[in-house]
């Protein structure tokens, strides 16, 4: 048991020197769970909100390391579910200019994506996965259940504009994968 807990430390000192931000959490209830977590770092947010009743399980993680964001979370309930999951990244994406301080660089191109899920359901899975990092922003989702669920994406950037909506009632079984700004 103390070689355990020896070990348990020193995995913690370690965590600690890395750098990186993590948080992990496990849930199972019979009753009532609300869990919240944000990042706000320079040019990227991530908030997510959710909500359980009755018998549910929530799993989350949740990694900041050197400005890129890394997220997961399953929450499955056999009651009602309130989703609210937001992600959102602006920069430019140049380096600034060399010379004059106040000099503004014409050659400067800047990007805003963000991305959100809202719902709320009588019962079922929720299962999202999200990746914020310097040259990219992404999601990956998937729903199970009955419900309520709205889906909205966006990415501009100076010669493109896209968005995306997904409006979902009822008895519903949902995957969706969305990319911003991947490789060219």
């Known amino acids: 048991m103390n070689r355990g807990c020896a070990i348990g430390c020193i995995l913690l000192l370690i965590a600690g020197f890395v750098g990186a931000d993590s948080i992990s959490s496990t849930i199972m209830c019979d009753g ?3 869990v919240s977590s944000s990042v706000i770092g320079q040019g990227q947010t991530y908030a997510a909100h959710l909500f359980t009743t009755s018998i549910a ?21 056999s009651g009602p579910m309130g989703i609210d999951e937001y992600s959102g990244k602006e920069g430019n994406q140049t380096s600034a200019p060399n010379g004059c301080v106040f000099d503004i660089s014409e050659n400067r191109t800047w990007r805003n994506d963000e991305i959100r899920y809202t719902g709320l359901m009588k ?7 999200r990746d914020l990092t310097s040259s990219e922003t992404s999601a990956t989702t998937m729903i199970n259940g009955t419900g309520m669920i709205l889906a909205r994406a966006s990415s501009q950037d100076q010669s493109n504009e ?9 008895r519903l079984n949902m995957t969706e994968r969305i990319i ?5």
Do not use: C, P
């Open 57 to 77: 399980s929530i799993i989350r993680e949740l990694q900041v390391n050197n400005g890129k964001v890394e997220t997961v979370s399953i929450a499955d309930s």
């Open 32 to 34: 009532a769970s609300w």
């Open 162 to 170: 896209t968005t995306h909506t997904s409006d979902v009632a009822g």
């Open 123 to 129: 019962s079922g899975l929720y299962t999202s996965a």
């Open 180 to 184: 911003f700004g991947g490789e060219d």
